[in-house]
C-alpha cells in the first residue's frame, strides 16, 4: 500500500485530505510544519508527499 506524507499547517484541510486519501486505500501521515515534515521524511520512506506552499 502507497504511504504519502501530507504536510498541511492547516488542520482541517489537513484531516479532510487525509480521510479522502484513507477511504481510497491509501496510508497517510500528517505533517503541520515543514520541520515537522523534514522529521519525518528523514524517519521513514514516503511514495509521494503533498504540501502546501
Given at each position: 500500500m502507497?504511504?504519502?506524507l501530507?504536510?498541511?499547517?492547516?488542520?482541517?484541510n489537513n484531516t479532510?485530505?487525509?480521510?479522502?486519501?484513507?477511504?481510497?486505500g491509501?496510508?497517510?501521515?500528517?505533517?503541520?510544519?515543514g520541520s515537522e515534515a523534514k522529521l519525518l521524511f528523514s524517519m521513514q520512506k514516503f511514495d509521494l508527499v503533498l504540501l502546501d506552499l
Open positions: 502507497e504511504q504519502i501530507i504536510v498541511e499547517d492547516d488542520a482541517d479532510m485530505l487525509r480521510e479522502y486519501l484513507e477511504n481510497h491509501y496510508r497517510c501521515t500528517q505533517a503541520f510544519s
